[in-house]
């Protein structure tokens, strides 16, 4: 009888990509808040907006989500067309 052994790790695809040009100030701008609802993410979000508006005058927020039903909120790529024509920036959450 002779056994063969297979890894079923998958190799890791690594993608690169420019970071965005950071804002040189909030104030004023209107900040996308992502959620991917996974669990306490829009928690967090909110909070996030609370701290946001608090120290930066004029600054608004709005939670989005993505346009796919059920477990899978993901931004698609007319989503992100979207969001780069509504928000000066974006903040998401992506760890549970």
């Known amino acids: 009888m002779k056994f063969q052994i297979m890894n079923p ?26 959620w991917n609802f996974k669990g306490g993410g ?29 477990s899978n909120h993901l931004v698609t790529k007319a989503d992100a067309k979207r969001l780069a024509q509504e928000c000066a920036g974006m903040v998401g959450t992506t760890a549970d």
């Open 42 to 70: 829009d928690a967090a979000l909110k909070r996030t907006s609370e701290l946001l508006q608090a120290k930066y005058p004029g600054l608004t927020t709005r939670i989005y989500t993505g346009s796919l039903g059920g």
């Open 9 to 34: 790790v998958a190799e890791k695809v690594q993608e690169k990509g420019a970071l965005a040009p950071r804002l040189k100030s909030l104030e004023g701008k209107h900040i996308g808040l992502y």
